[in-house]
Each structure stands twice: as structure tokens, then as C-alpha cells.
């Protein structure tokens, strides 16, 4: 074979190769306008028999309600100071808002959706996450010598505890089998352990790798806890039971938001940058870098719904741009077909 052959194969093998490493794993599927909405999002909630979005319109000072489908806002809860976190209780057709200026957690009911009750928290109210099995609400609030994890009785809606922690709690999520929920305590490069049947925190596991831990996500299938770093961008890999970090990769800056596709082994860190960075998780609970989705600047937070395997993405408006909602469709790659 001539070499000017050969050079030509290897580059073809070489673009090949790096098409493969960087290929998308998710694909633009719809968005959803939201002409009325300005200013930034943050966290969404998911009502999978009304086929409804909620999203925290931080900036806009309100919960936008989306019909998807229709995809159309079905109604705007106004009056709002700073919506963070966001909890769908399919159970009692409950949605929960954590409000961080207002510095509490209300209910919504009702069709349209009215204000219940509420319950004071301390200021930035932010992340909280379901326990579906024994009806218990858990909500990252306050700062300093007021960080807490507030454990809230839903049924009752009452407060029933509110754990102390080192500095503000950024995003929980639960491992309902062994009855725990997990927390990044983020200024203190740690997650704190809350076992939900005592009410108390159980384990502070400190990182090593990196810091500024915000986004987190749970597997079950490898009983990993998937941590998200900003100084430097990176993803952890945890092992659930003890803590120790088994594996590390860079991620996209400012990363906010992180998700665990189960039906694919995949892990996607949403990030401020206007990335979205996938990792495929190996059977020795190793991660792999897939690919990157390229979104828009500032579009930092998002849900994966797995029953539609669409991850839906908060895209804030911008000068000739308005917000809007981007619902991205997984893709499968070569590694996991």
C-alpha cells in the first residue's frame, strides 16, 4: 500500500476513534417555550400520571407548571421569593417548594394547585429529597451555624427534626433499601450520612479528589454514590457503603445537576458551562467518558425521567433568546448495546 494510503487510513481511523469518544449520547428531541420566564432555574419535579413538569423558575420567582402534553405551561405559581428545591408526592398530589429568601418549605394541593401550608426554615432553603416508604420529607437548608437538614413528617406536615451539619447542604439523594439519605455538605468537602430511621446523621465521608461537591445522584444497580466537583471539574465515584472513592474523572465547570440512567448504566452531570458530560459505569464500577452535549450557556440544571429516558434542561433566556425547556433523548452507544 502506498504511504499516502496509509497516512489517510490512520487519520480516518484517528477521526474515527475520536467521533466515537465525543459522539453525544443524547440527541435533541423537543423544547418547550417559555416566553413568559426570565432569570435562572433551578431545580425540577416530575408528576408521572398528570404528565407534568415542575420547575423552579428561580429568577422568575415562580414555579412554572408544564402540560408535556401539550408542552405548554398548564399554570405559574407567582408570588414566590426564590424556588430552589422542588418534590412531586404522587400519593396525596402534593408538590413541595423549598424557598430560600422566604426562608421555608410550602405545599401546594389542588386543581390548579393552591397554597396548603407552610413550614420556617432558615434562609436558602434549597435541595430535598422523598422518602416514599415512610412518608418523610428531607430539605437542605440555612448556613453557618444554621445548616440543617430539616426531616419533615408529610402526612402530617410537620417538622419532626432538623439535623445540624457543618455548612450549607447542597443536593441529597436517598438509598431507600438501606433506609439512608445521603448529602453534600459542599464548603466542607464532605457527605453526611442521615439514617431515616433514627432521624440522625450516621457518617461524614470526606473527599479527597476535589471539592465544592454540589450535584450527587444514587445507583443502586452498583451501590455507587456519583458525587460532582467543582474545583476541579470532576466526577466521583463512591462506594455507598463505605465512602472510598473508587474512581475519578474531569467534568465540565460548575457543574449543578446529576443523574443516574439505570436502564443504561450512564451518569450525566449538567453543568453551567452549557455541558452535559456522560459516563458509562462498568461492571467493576469504573467510569468511562462517553461524550459531551453541548446545551447553552447557563443552562445548569435539569431531570432525567427514566420512564421516557428524556433528560429535560432548563435553558434560561437571554438577549434574542427566550427560556425555555430542552428534552434531550438518550442515545445508545456502542458500549451499551
Given amino acids: 500500500m502506498k504511504p499516502g494510503k496509509v497516512l489517510l487510513l490512520v487519520v480516518m ?37 398528570g404528565d407534568r413538569l415542575f420547575i423552579a423558575a428561580t429568577g422568575n420567582h415562580s414555579v412554572e407548571v408544564i402540560d408535556l402534553k401539550v408542552d405548554k405551561v398548564e399554570q405559574s405559581i407567582t408570588g414566590l421569593g426564590k424556588p430552589h428545591g422542588l418534590a412531586w408526592v404522587a400519593a396525596t398530589g402534593s408538590l413541595y417548594v423549598a424557598d430560600g429568601s422566604l426562608a421555608e418549605l410550602q405545599v401546594y394541593k389542588g386543581k390548579p394547585l393552591a397554597l396548603a401550608g407552610r413550614i420556617k426554615l432558615s434562609d436558602d432553603a434549597d435541595d430535598m429529597v422523598y422518602d416514599e416508604v415512610h412518608h418523610l420529607l428531607f430539605v437542605g437548608h440555612g448556613g453557618g451555624d444554621a445548616a440543617k437538614v430539616a426531616v419533615v413528617d408529610t402526612e402530617r406536615f410537620t417538622l419532626v427534626a432538623n439535623l445540624a451539619v457543618a455548612t450549607h447542604p447542597e443536593a441529597l439523594d436517598i438509598d431507600a433499601g438501606s433506609r439512608r439519605v445521603f448529602a453534600n455538605i459542599a464548603d466542607s468537602k464532605e457527605v453526611a450520612v442521615i439514617d431515616t430511621a433514627s432521624k440522625a446523621i450516621s457518617a461524614h465521608w470526606k473527599l479527597t479528589r476535589a471539592e465544592d461537591n454540589v450535584p450527587m445522584a444514587f445507583d443502586a444497580t452498583h451501590n455507587l454514590l456519583y ?53 458509562q459505569v462498568d461492571k467493576v464500577r469504573t467510569l468511562r467518558a462517553l461524550g459531551v452535549l453541548h446545551t447553552a450557556p447557563g443552562a445548569k440544571t435539569a431531570l432525567f425521567v427514566p420512564s421516557q429516558a428524556l433528560l429535560y434542561v432548563g435553558v434560561p433566556g437571554v438577549a434574542g433568546r427566550p427560556a425555555e425547556v430542552r428534552a434531550y433523548a438518550t442515545v445508545k452507544s456502542e458500549a451499551t448495546r
Fill in 227 to 279: 458525587v460532582a466537583c467543582r474545583t476541579p471539574g470532576t466526577v466521583i465515584a463512591m462506594d455507598a457503603a463505605t465512602g472510598k472513592e473508587l474512581a475519578s474523572l474531569p467534568a465540565a465547570s460548575g457543574a449543578d445537576d446529576l443523574f443516574y440512567d439505570a436502564a443504561l448504566g450512564r451518569v450525566y452531570v449538567i453543568a453551567a458551562s452549557g455541558k452535559v458530560d456522560a459516563y
Fill in 13 to 49: 481511523a484517528a477521526a474515527s476513534l475520536a467521533y466515537a469518544q465525543t459522539a453525544a449520547p443524547l440527541v435533541l428531541a423537543r423544547t418547550v417555550p417559555l416566553p413568559s420566564v426570565t432569570g435562572k432555574f433551578d431545580h425540577f419535579a416530575f408528576d408521572a400520571a
